[in-house]
């Protein structure tokens, strides 16, 4: 057990290094804190705050609403994704806003040593941050006192954070004439985070992201890109309740946040585990191609990362060892996908252009990404790049995985099939089995 603590802490660290003085906006619903288990995701919010994230929260506050209308005799209306706010709703949006407001920070108050808490000594700030107007007549419908955002005091909240506080942004608004304004919790976090310049927008959603079917679709479950999120929405592949959170991921990647997570409410940890693990529990939206796992040539940058990969897989004599100074000369031949920085997987292509054949070689993937199609994703790669460069043919030489091969298409061959310049440095010892796939 204590072996298993001291490996998690430490490969939690170059997150923790990561993310420290990094900005974050941490936006969720109502529905959130009426779990019996939000004091947890209090503890965690804390336990980031100790690690250095500079936090604005964002809360929104839909079914404390919902019920406080229906207290007053009054029945919810939504028209076109937004609440309807007359005189009367406005009344009790301010009742459960406020008192929404005053749990969370007498919950980010606690410092109980008997709790995760205890010693954490939180402070708390808000104000009149967020300018606002109507959102008006749209459709025939008069919105009333529902509001849409003009303004976010960005250096007032930078000052907070600077001052190693808190910023809690309730979802309302105020304009200069003194009214107030209900607005929706997941555009207020876009516009908070896009006028702070935020590195990360992280939503917590009312069901699990992980269940949003994207496997097939993306090759990893834990990445979207813009266009994912874009065919997610177009196929109505998302409840009506987490729309709007995609919507608005969407609206902040495409506004300059390079990392928007969404994280499902009723999983435990699901922030610590998305933000300390190099896997994560949710969905990340990528606005650049910094975290895309997608193929790309290798560069000598990444020759640290290749050594480290394929060094157990020599020493086990699945692969021939190679030189750091060898990987160096050779580094136009690789290809490789990284995560968060460090290279998963690589495999190399070597052309012999007078035979028309290439070698797909060194084919490794980390021992934690086994299993999920990315060795098969690195030789449709060399397939495309062999067939530009005119390629009528790949080979591989095996000692231990012949029947993947196999499977993927390729057929027995000998050596005397191999170009004459590979066949003069076969390695005969090894004995490795030849096979041949054409293109």
């Given at each position: 057990m204590s072996s298993n603590f001291v490996a998690s802490l430490r490969s939690a660290a170059p997150y923790v290094h990561a993310h420290n003085q990094r900005v974050f906006v941490l936006a969720f619903g109502g529905e959130a804190a009426d779990l019996p288990d939000f004091d947890k995701l209090i503890y965690d919010l804390a336990l980031l705050q100790s690690?250095?994230?500079?936090?604005?929260?964002?809360?929104?506050?839909?079914?404390?609403?919902?019920?406080?209308?229906?207290?007053?005799?009054?029945?919810?209306?939504?028209?076109?994704?937004?609440?309807?706010?007359?005189?009367?709703?406005?009344?009790?949006?301010?009742?459960?806003?406020?008192?929404?407001?005053?749990?969370?920070?007498?919950?980010?108050?606690?410092?109980?040593?008997?709790?995760?808490?205890?010693?954490?000594?939180?402070?708390?700030?808000?104000?009149?941050?967020?300018?606002?107007?109507?959102?008006?007549?749209?459709?025939?419908?008069?919105?009333?006192?529902?509001?849409?955002?003009?303004?976010?005091?960005?250096?007032a909240i930078r000052r907070e954070l600077d001052a190693d506080r808190i910023a809690l942004v309730s979802p309302v608004g105020y304009s200069p004439t003194g009214e107030i304004f209900n607005l929706r919790s997941e555009y207020l976090a876009t516009a908070v985070a896009t006028a702070i310049g935020a590195d990360k927008l992280i939503f917590i959603t009312s069901s699990d992201p992980d269940g949003w079917k994207l496997a097939d679709d993306t090759g990893?479950?834990?990445?979207?890109?813009?266009?994912?999120?874009?065919?997610?929405?177009?196929?109505?592949?998302?409840?009506?309740?987490?729309?709007?959170?995609?919507?608005?991921?969407?609206?902040?990647?495409?506004?300059?946040?390079?990392?928007?997570?969404?994280?499902?409410?009723?999983?435990?940890?699901?922030?610590?585990?998305?933000?300390?693990?190099?896997?994560?529990?949710?969905?990340?939206?990528?606005?650049?191609?910094?975290?895309?796992?997608?193929?790309?040539?290798?560069?000598?940058?990444?020759?640290?990362?290749?050594?480290?990969?394929?060094?157990?897989?020599?020493?086990?004599?699945?692969?021939?060892?190679?030189?750091?100074?060898?990987?160096?000369?050779?580094?136009?031949?690789?290809?490789?996908?990284?995560?968060?920085?460090?290279?998963?997987?690589?495999?190399a292509l070597i052309t012999f252009p007078d035979s028309r054949m290439g070698e797909f070689a060194c084919v490794a993937v980390h021992a934690d990404y086994q299993g999920s199609g990315r060795?098969?994703?690195?030789?449709?790669?060399?397939?495309?790049?062999?067939?530009?460069?005119?390629l009528s043919s790949l080979f591989a030489l095996t000692t231990h995985t012949p029947h993947w091969f196999v499977e993927h298409g390729f057929v027995a061959g000998a050596v005397e099939d191999l170009p004459d310049e590979r066949q003069r440095f076969y390695n005969w010892q090894r004995n490795s089995l030849v096979l041949i796939k054409p293109l």
């Open positions: 690690l250095g994230v500079k936090l604005v929260l964002v809360h929104g506050a839909r079914p404390q609403i919902d019920r406080a209308l229906r207290q007053a005799g009054q029945v919810p209306r939504v028209e076109q994704g937004l609440r309807v706010t007359d005189r009367a709703a406005l009344q009790c949006v301010k009742a459960a806003v406020g008192a929404l407001r005053m749990e969370i920070e007498a919950k980010l108050s606690t410092s109980l040593a008997s709790t995760p808490m205890g010693g954490a000594r939180i402070r708390v700030a808000g104000g009149n941050w967020v300018l606002a107007q109507p959102v008006g007549v749209r459709g025939g419908v008069d919105f009333q006192h529902t509001g849409e955002i003009r303004r976010v005091d960005a250096d990893d479950a834990g990445q979207l890109s813009l266009a994912d999120a874009e065919r997610l929405l177009a196929e109505a592949r998302v409840d009506a309740a987490d729309r709007g959170y995609l919507e608005a991921a969407l609206a902040a990647a495409r506004s300059g946040v390079r990392r928007v997570h969404l994280l499902g409410a009723q999983t435990d940890g699901a922030l610590l585990r998305e933000l300390y693990t190099r896997d994560g529990v949710g969905l990340m939206l990528y606005a650049d191609a910094g975290y895309d796992e997608a193929v790309r040539a290798a560069t000598i940058d990444d020759v640290g990362g290749l050594l480290a990969l394929i060094k157990p897989l020599e020493a086990a004599g699945v692969l021939v060892p190679r030189s750091r100074e060898q990987l160096e000369l050779e580094i136009g031949q690789f290809f490789v996908m990284a995560r968060d920085g460090m290279v998963i997987a690589c495999a060795a098969a994703t690195l030789l449709a790669y060399a397939e495309a790049q062999a067939l530009k460069l005119g």
